[in-house]
């Protein structure tokens, strides 16, 4: 089983309100992604967890707070966004993270498209 | 720094073979990957390649690495309406996880 799950499916925030977009796994991995993709281009890396603690932070707006409450969930807590920042919000996971020349599949979710009025 | 390339657009009839190119420029790249994503889905993982591999064929899949030009290529023979879609390349940067991906290819197949 390669599935990773994603809720809710579709998002509509007013720039005041305050939501969380959550992504869980089963598969025993130990790394968990979050990407932002505009329609028609790729994915942009946002955060990345391993083994539940922050590892990558892509110098993304502190409106974006990611947490990591254990191995199977991660959460992506939204407030004050803006219009531009409506897009496919995609989680993924890998069974750890690349090290030395070893590299991990990532396995990514369906998105929650989320849409700033 | 690294980079990805793809071209943007693929238009074949169905039944046809179609082929999908990427060149990338991270030497010390060990993966390589196809994603595909359908409109409005989540990115599906299709193959991958090691490195020190030239070839890999999964059913109607054929990977090409050209290690030396940096070049990968992805086959899908008698292609269907079905295999429509946004197809990415993807090296895994060897720093933590990080994916490089290419502009993607959008294929048309045309009955």
């Known amino acids: 089983d390669t599935e990773v799950t994603q809720t809710p499916k579709h998002l509509v925030m007013g720039m005041t309100n305050k939501k969380s977009l959550k992504c869980e796994q089963h598969?025993?991995?130990?790394?968990m992604y979050w990407y932002k993709q505009k329609a028609k281009k790729p994915p942009e890396l946002m955060f990345v967890?391993?083994?539940?603690?922050?590892?990558i932070n892509e110098s993304v707006p502190s409106r974006f707070s990611p947490e990591c409450p254990n191995s199977s969930l991660l959460n992506l807590h939204l407030h004050a966004l803006q219009p531009e920042d409506s897009a496919l919000y995609l989680c993924?996971?890998?069974?750890?993270?690349?090290?030395?020349?070893?590299?991990?599949?990532?396995?990514f979710g369906p998105g929650t498209r989320l849409t700033v009025l | 720094g690294e980079d990805v390339e793809q071209s943007l657009f693929l238009s074949v009839r169905e039944g046809d073979s179609s082929v999908i190119n990427c060149t990338y420029t991270?030497?010390?790249?060990?993966?390589l990957y196809w994603y595909k994503q359908e409109p409005g889905a989540g990115l599906q993982l299709l193959t991958y390649?090691?490195?020190?591999?030239d070839m890999k064929q999964d059913q109607r899949l054929t990977v090409l690495l050209n290690k030396k030009d940096k070049h990968l290529s992805l086959r899908i023979a008698d292609t269907q309406t079905g295999d429509s879609a946004i197809y990415f390349c993807?090296?895994?940067?060897?720093?933590?996880?990080?994916?490089?991906f290419g502009q993607g290819t959008e294929l048309s197949v045309k009955p």
């Open positions: 993807a090296e895994a940067y060897n720093q933590g996880g990080k994916l490089i």
């Open positions: 390649i090691f490195s020190n591999m």
């Open positions: 598969m025993g991995h130990r790394a």
């Open positions: 991270d030497s010390s790249s060990t993966y």
């Open positions: 993924a996971s890998s069974q750890r993270l690349a090290g030395g020349t070893v590299t991990d599949t990532q396995y």
């Open positions: 967890y391993s083994y539940e603690k922050l590892s």
